[in-house]
């Protein structure tokens, strides 16, 4: 099909393809155009969007320099932990624990992080709000917790409940036995184990202990014997009077 001349204003005629090539060749976007290397065409649309370019290359800075000041996320572990004060001798529900996430390194042998584990048992330290929770703070076989091999939780009953007062997990004690029925008869006291470590008091009263085994625990500590110290102790308290002497370490 010929191509047709067109009239231009000045009376000029020029041929619609002879006008379009000469358009095509002042933009840069003619078939000539797609023949120019890639390195040549690259710089070409370089010096047309210089400011463009630049923000490319600093958004591009900026966000590798966030990257690599941005921590990478730490891994964590869950633990439970009091919800609130807990005094000693409380007997520990769902409510009293928070699950908490806190780095492995935070957690070691003895913590508990299932709450099913410690629910329905009972305190034998108190713990601060936020405190993680600990086997060997329960009243359990947990309470033996760095005691040499062979050590039992021996549980007493003091003669003198309000004595219990003054004494609290970790210290020292001397358990005596005397066989005096009251003032006006008196006996000899024995000396049945020496600083032995307290490991729970009831120094709140009439707690439950499920551990325990028993609904009252008024007058009652638990200690850490030897095999034995175990045997002179047990039964001890229907021998005569049982009291406590704090010491200190020897």
Do not use: Y
Request: hydrophobic residues 45%.
């Amino acid at each position: 099909m010929p191509i047709l001349p067109r009239r231009r204003r000045d009376g000029l005629w020029f041929p619609g393809n002879v006008r379009n090539a000469g358009r095509a060749h002042h933009t840069g976007r003619g078939p000539g155009n797609r023949n120019r290397p890639l390195h040549s065409r690259f710089a070409g649309w370089l010096s047309r969007n210089r400011r463009l370019a630049a923000a490319l290359l600093f958004c591009a800075a900026a966000a590798i320099a966030v990257q690599q000041l941005t921590p990478a996320p730490l891994a964590t572990v869950t633990a439970l932990a009091a919800a609130r004060d807990l005094p000693a001798g409380t007997a520990v529900t769902a409510a009293d624990l928070d699950r908490v996430l806190v780095p492995p390194g935070m957690v070691a042998d003895g913590f508990l992080q299932d709450g099913a584990a410690a629910t329905g048992k009972q305190l034998a330290a108190p713990l601060r709000k936020g405190q993680l929770l600990t086997d060997a703070q329960l009243l359990g076989p947990g309470l033996l917790a760095g005691t040499p091999p062979g050590s039992a939780a021996v549980p007493l009953r003091m003669a003198d409940a309000s004595s219990i007062q003054l004494v609290s997990p970790g210290q020292l004690v001397n358990v005596v036995l005397t066989s005096a029925n009251g003032f006006d008869q008196q006996g000899p006291s024995e000396v049945l184990a020496s600083a032995v470590p307290v490991l729970w008091t009831s120094n709140k009263g009439g707690q439950t202990g499920q551990w325990l085994g028993t609904t009252e625990t008024d007058g009652l500590i638990v200690v850490a014997a030897t095999a034995e110290q175990s045997s002179r102790l047990a039964g001890a308290s229907t021998q005569g009077r049982l009291f406590f002497v704090l010491v200190g370490q020897p």
